[in-house]
């Protein structure tokens, strides 16, 4: 067994305990945790392919920005999860069904020899070969029009998001710090000349 | 075995870069500490050991042996495992950082790519901090970090895309060697408000004043360390000044020629100062930018919590994204000396 067997399996064992326990574990923040873990060890499968943008990219996003947003989300909201688990008997029926549902279309999509290791083998490349350059170069090229189609609809997203939460409210103060650098010394002192009180 | 004597070079070669920096993060704190007492026209400190040089030492040996207090309803693993995670990634980026040409631990393709995705995972450490303490300031100060953090980030990972498209490379050995020539070939000239932007967001995510709202000791008493003591409130300050150094160590990297030296390209001066290897001419460069944390903290009041999201957002963005365009043409029409 080479070396790389070696840690493809015990990044894999990590990667499939964290998996199970973001659905296991009682506390929310725990599960958001082990979620990131998650996402790191498939980070690092991905580098045993010598996919090392990919995986740099997954860290880069799901753990640096998503997984941080999430748990600010889930740590604000305290949640408490004992009442979710009430009702498990009476919606295990139908959960039991979409889970079949999904299994039996896993097993045909992997099953049916498209996916199979003799389709894709690994292609070792030299040391000095660079991944994202590659990828940028056919990225920018063959696959352009797809690529800029995907970045616009995500700006159209990301507009709707922030148009969504946008509502105008009557009296609401805020600071217009343009205009507070604009101040000059005229508008806010004024000198007043006070007479002396005079001894008597 | 031969798996085993790499792995074991591999080891001695990270010794070799931790063991400096650590040394160097404890004297940092002796240096904030004198710097900012001239600055004030005071002393600092210079009591224990000549001139006080033994102090950083008397401070770790206090906070060894104090006690690891954990908060009531605390929650006990995730308390004590943060400070790990704040300081791991400080230590990893280290790996990508050439102190030479081709000294360096990993010549990584990706360099600059794993360096964003590194300073990005700093943050876990403050968020799981401050919900582990289970204390509404230790909260409210990781809420504040998280935000900012993931605020400036952005204008962070816009200032080295410039990097990366002036230099035609992520790998940091190639960043550097794209600079070669003269002090006006480096990158600070040509992505001079990138390198601004870039520095000013590592003051930002390294949680230091003036943009220190995380732990304001005003307002939410420490944040997010509030309720740590003794070695795991020290291993958060030893994150933090590990990595107010990588900051440093990085804009050096990227906007001030690395390894090079100022003087190459000079007619006399040159010649004269070729025989000083490419290691100080660094370490001389992060000990300069590093001056600059010491001076902000003394110099500047804390930034308002508003303030500094719009900094981040309204000013920082829109400049990173102005100038990008600029070196993109810059490379198109080959401008020289630096896009050629």
């Not at chain 2, 919900?131 to 816009?158: C, D, H, P, T």
């Not at chain 2, 997010?224 to 990595?243: I, K, P, R, T, W």
């Amino acid at each position: 067994m080479g070396f790389e067997k070696f840690l493809f399996y015990v990044f894999a064992l990590i990667l499939i305990f964290a998996a199970v326990r973001v659905i296991t574990v009682r506390n929310s923040v725990h599960a958001a945790l082990f979620l990131v873990l998650a996402f790191f060890t498939s980070a690092a499968l991905w580098l045993l392919i010598e996919a090392e943008f990919l995986a740099i990219t997954m860290v880069l996003v799901y753990v640096g920005a998503v997984m941080v947003l999430f748990l600010f989300v889930v740590m604000m909201l305290d949640l408490n999860i004992s009442p979710t688990r009430e009702g498990f008997i009476k919606y295990l029926p139908v959960g039991a069904a979409i889970a079949a549902v999904i299994v039996i279309e896993m097993v045909l999509v992997v099953g049916s020899g498209y996916f199979s290791s003799d389709q894709y083998q690994l292609i070792s490349h030299p040391s000095d070969y660079s991944n994202t350059k590659e990828l940028g170069s056919v990225l920018y090229t063959f696959y352009v029009y797809p690529f800029e189609i995907a970045s616009v609809i995500l700006l159209v997203a990301i507009i709707a998001a922030i148009s969504l939460t946008l509502r105008r409210r009557e009296g609401v103060k805020s600071q217009n710090p343009s205009q507070q650098i604009r101040v000059s010394r005229n508008d806010r002192v004024r000198l007043v000349n006070v007479t002396a009180e005079k001894k008597q | 075995m031969e798996i085993l004597l790499t792995i074991i070079i591999i080891l001695l070669k990270i010794v070799a870069i931790l063991a400096p920096l650590l040394t160097a993060v404890a004297y940092l704190t002796f240096a904030e500490r004198k710097v900012i007492g001239y600055m004030q026209i005071r002393i600092g400190p210079n009591r224990v050991g000549p001139k006080g040089w033994l102090q950083p030492i008397a401070d770790a040996m206090k906070l060894m042996f104090k006690e690891i207090i954990i908060p009531t309803k605390a929650d006990r693993f995730l308390f004590l495992l943060a400070p790990v995670v704040a300081f791991g990634p400080a230590l990893a980026a280290w790996a990508v950082i050439p102190f030479g040409n081709g000294m360096i631990l990993s010549s990584l393709d990706a360099g600059i790519l794993y360096l964003l995705a590194l300073t990005s995972m700093g943050v876990y450490g403050v968020i799981i901090a401050g919900w582990a303490s289970n204390s509404k300031y230790a909260f409210l100060g990781a809420m504040r970090s998280a935000a900012q953090i993931v605020s400036y980030e952005i204008a962070m990972g816009f200032a080295l895309v410039g990097v990366l498209m002036a230099a035609g490379s992520l790998n940091l050995n190639q960043v550097v060697l794209a600079q070669q020539g003269s002090i006006l070939h480096w990158f600070w000239l040509p992505l001079l408000p990138l390198f601004l932007v870039y520095f000013i967001s590592g003051v930002a995510e390294t949680n230091r004043a003036p943009f220190d709202v995380a732990e304001g000791e005003s307002e939410i008493v420490a944040g997010f360390h509030v309720d740590y003591s003794g070695m795991a409130f020290a291993v958060f300050f030893l994150a933090e000044y590990a990595n107010m150094i990588l900051v440093s160590a990085l804009a050096s990297t990227m906007f001030l020629g690395g390894w090079l030296s100022p003087f190459e390209g000079i007619p006399l001066l040159g010649p004269l100062f070729s025989f000083v290897p490419g290691p100080i001419w660094l370490v001389i460069k992060i000990s300069f930018l590093l001056l600059f944390f010491l001076w902000f903290r003394a110099t500047f009041p804390r930034y308002r919590y508003d303030q500094i999201m719009r900094l981040g957002w309204k000013v920082f963005i829109p400049v990173t994204l102005v100038w990008l365009l600029v070196v993109g043409l810059g490379v198109l029409g080959q401008v020289g000396p630096w896009f050629d």
